[in-house]
């Protein structure tokens, strides 16, 4: 699976000037499995922007990371 830079998708969302949004690849929930790492330093960068809010898919083992999830 390709993992898209996390700097990428936050400069896609302010050249965009996008306040809110849903991922819908289902594939993303795969991420707490094989990248969860990559999905905290996502979730991290989408917190300092100026959202009303976003929404994904996901699997259940993301309640293996209540931090992310708050």
Sequence with gaps: MRLRPVDQVVDEIRRRRIKRFFLTDDNFGLNFRIAPEYCEELFLALEKLPLH??????????ADYPELCA
């Design 53 to 62: 809010g976003w929404t994904c898919q996901s699997e259940l083992i993301v």
